[in-house]
Nanobody, 120 residues
Framework: QVQLVESGGGLVETGGSLRLSCAVSGGIYSINVMGWYRQAPGSQREWVATIASGGSTSYADSVKGRFTISRDNAKNTVYLQMNNLKPEDRGVYYC??????????????WGQGAQVTISS
């Protein structure tokens, strides 16, 4: 079965940096999209960034210029480098995988979440 495991969360000061990792086991289709979502306390889950199998990236306006998403296909891992962290960046970060398949809807998977806490 496909599993996504996040790591790298923790406590950082405002203006600091963290790098989240998401390791995938079980298989990634040749055409896919991976990304990160986050959920702040008392808020709904929101999209942060995505990276397609072809390498194209997209970012939410709130993190543009501060966050960088990347992937290492040899390691089946996606990363989120978070710089200049702000208090509003706090929350649980979830890794996402969408395996694109022909002849049917895509398969979608979520990680268990990584806690990111920002101190002032």
């Amino acid at each position: 079965q496909v599993q996504l495991v996040e790591s790298g969360g923790g406590l950082v000061e405002t203006g600091g940096s963290l790098r989240l990792s998401c390791a995938v086991s079980g298989g990634i289709y040749s055409i896919n999209v991976m990304g990160w979502y986050r959920q702040a306390p008392g808020s709904q889950r929101e999209w942060v960034a995505t990276i397609a199998s072809g390498g194209s990236t997209s970012y939410a306006d709130s993190v543009k210029g501060r966050f960088t998403i990347s992937r290492d296909n040899a390691k089946n891992t996606v990363y989120l480098q978070m710089n200049n962290l702000k208090p509003e960046d706090r929350g649980v970060y979830y890794c996402y995988l969408k395996n694109i398949r022909s002849g049917g809807p895509p398969y979608e998977y979520w990680g268990q979440g990584a806690q990111v806490t920002i101190s002032s």
